[in-house]
């Protein structure tokens, strides 16, 4: 029975890595990583630890431990179903750039350390400011496309539908990932206006020490329903 549930232990372990590489977007109530701890002791703890992790050999812990992961981000996907209602023609991933672009700094430890930022992503949500974001960055279909094409699938994909192959950098998206810079990468992004009014945003530049980084614009303005696009691009100091 210990040697099965390893086995599984194994596969969702694998999973759940893959989530956290991902992870996390924006913070809210209870924790991912609980579920994740848990798995990782039980796959390396021995059968007589196993027995002790797992009272009464009742295997059905570690999915109770696996369904609190998912009952801890119920929260925000109750969020993102209400701005739904609320703003039906968002996308999914403009509702969840909306949520992204619109949370706040937690308060355990400054905001320029790599710890902190990285274990809060964009902030914790902010519900009502999400409702109302100012700008979002939406993707659809041919983009996560283009991204599959640049990532795993073959270029040929993507070129015979008509679509361009996306460096994965450049997959639309409130948050920006570079897997390989060596020296200088741009990357592209494109932002909607869906405040109702006409807007103007200024680029702003804090942190990243290191790195020399210029954003091209600098500023845009933006009718209602407009959409307009920017490049970063990254120098190591």
Request: with cysteine.
């Amino acid at each position: 029975t210990h040697a099965l549930i390893g086995a599984a232990v194994d596969g969702l372990l694998e999973v759940l890595t893959e989530c956290a590489r991902r992870l996390p977007d924006v913070s809210g109530p209870g924790q991912f990583y609980s579920a994740f701890r848990f798995l990782y002791r039980l796959r390396e703890a021995s059968d007589a630890q196993r027995r002790d992790l797992l009272p009464g050999h009742q295997s059905d812990v570690v999915a109770r431990q696996v369904l609190e992961t998912g009952r801890h981000r119920m929260p925000d996907a109750g969020l993102a179903a209400l701005l739904k209602q609320r703003r039906p023609a968002w996308s999914p991933m403009a509702i969840k750039s909306a949520l992204m672009t619109s949370g706040y700094d937690v308060l355990d430890g400054p905001n320029t350390h790599p710890l902190v930022i990285f274990r809060q992503g964009a902030g914790h949500v902010r519900p009502n400011s999400a409702a109302d974001p100012g700008l979002v960055y939406d993707s659809g279909f041919a983009d996560w496309l283009g991204f599959l094409c640049g990532t795993q699938l073959p270029a040929a994909n993507c070129t015979a539908a008509g679509v361009p192959v996306l460096d994965p950098s450049d997959l639309n998206s409130a948050s920006i990932a570079i897997g390989d810079l060596a020296g200088v990468q741009t990357v592209t992004r494109r932002v909607s206006n869906v405040s109702g009014k006409k807007i103007t945003v200024n680029a702003a530049i804090s942190g990243l020490a290191g790195f020399n980084v210029q954003v091209s614009p600098a500023a845009l303005t933006l009718n209602p329903g407009a959409s307009a696009t920017f490049s970063i691009r990254f120098t190591t100091a």
